[in-house]
């Protein structure tokens, strides 16, 4: 896996290391990292992670090395997102660990002030909300609320955090919180959805986050490469969750959590099973059917971490679960046709 560090850099820890994961991006890739170039916060290292991708990102990426000696090159062979992942959080030496997506980019000044966040709260994680970007229009993202910020929040004791999607690079993570208690990615190659297992783990074991309603990363929801529209990746997110019970047991977490990442699990599997053809859906169904049947025996599935409408959901799947499915698909089809949110 080689390696192209740029020259010692004037400060040995910078504030944050981003993490830059590339596979097949080059249309995108020049906007993501001007927007980290050009970020107010000057002391961070840029660490971009080549997954064997075949087209012209490495060259964009070497170009803007001769340059900016803030960027680092690892050029390995493809091996999936979690293996990327992992390398440059090995790599990483700053003080927190952000991640940026090639096809996003983000807000000039959001370094700074997140940084600004987690240093005033010696915080092990700053998250915020983000814009969703369509053929150049945004939709601000609003899961974090006004009345929620300001405050050291314990995820443990205040679980509804876990319902927030992924979106890990909606934050920053201290890096010394991550190593110390051994946060990872699944490395499963050719797996998708391992933000999932990540930004669980995080939670379970973080004891001091901050969150912000403000908005930095665009996150680009028309790149036709992207790993969740790929139909092969139907079974990831059910790996993910057997990496999160996995990682629940071996913790001695699983009493206190496993409730609230059943609950977690339902939202993530129903939105999975509306993004489907209808020929994957109908495979996918009958593993969720089967898990939800084998929680409720556990006595794990509790009222309390669900809403209203997907506790009917749930309910309804676990009763009568061919009439639940159809119901899903045709509301997925719906949903297509503009015809309902």
């Given amino acids: 896996m080689p390696i192209t560090a740029r020259p010692q850099a004037e400060i040995d820890t910078p504030k944050i290391s981003v993490l830059v994961p590339i596979y097949n991006v080059e249309q995108y890739l020049p906007r993501c990292l001007e927007s980290l170039q050009n970020q107010t916060l000057s002391d961070i290292e840029i660490i971009c992670i080549n997954d064997g991708s075949p087209d ?53 000044n959001a370094f700074e002030r997140l940084y600004e966040l987690a240093s005033w709260h010696d915080a092990d994680m700053v998250k915020a909300n983000y814009y969703k970007e369509r053929a150049g229009k945004c939709a601000v993202v609003t899961e974090i609320k006004p009345r929620d910020t300001g405050k050291l929040i314990n995820p443990r004791q205040e679980q509804w955090i876990f319902k927030f999607a992924p979106a890990i ?20 190659p050719g797996a998708s959805y391992q933000d999932v297992s990540f930004s669980f783990k995080v939670w379970a074991l973080s004891r001091k986050v901050i969150l912000t309603d403000e908005c930095f990363v665009h996150y680009r929801l028309d790149n036709e490469n992207s790993s969740v529209n790929s139909p092969a990746k139907v079974n990831c997110v059910v790996e993910e969750y057997r990496e999160i019970e996995t990682f629940l047991s071996e913790r001695g977490l699983f009493t206190e959590l496993g409730p609230i990442m059943e609950a977690v ?13 209808p020929e994957l859906a109908a495979e996918f169904y009958p593993q969720m059917c089967q898990e939800f049947l084998l929680a409720e025996e556990e006595g794990i599935l509790h009222r309390a971490d669900f809403s209203r409408k997907y506790w009917f959901a749930l309910k309804l799947m676990l009763k009568h679960p061919r009439l639940a499915f159809f119901l ?14």
Avoid at 72 to 101: C, F, V
């Fill in 328 to 341: 899903l698909r045709l509301r997925a089809s719906l949903k297509k046709m503009d015809i309902t949110p």
């Fill in 169 to 188: 690079w909606s934050a920053i993570y201290k890096r010394e919180f991550l190593e110390r208690e051994q946060i990872d990615f699944l490395p499963t």
């Fill in 265 to 277: 699990k339902f939202l993530n599997y129903h939105w999975n099973l509306q993004r489907l053809s």
């Fill in 56 to 108: 012209q990102s490495v060259a964009i990426v070497r170009n803007l090395m001769e340059n900016d000696p803030r960027i680092m090159l690892i050029d390995k062979k493809n091996s999936g997102y979690g293996d990327s992942m992992n390398q440059g959080i090995k790599q990483a030496r700053g003080e927190y660990i952000a991640i940026l997506e090639p096809d996003d980019y983000i807000e000039l």
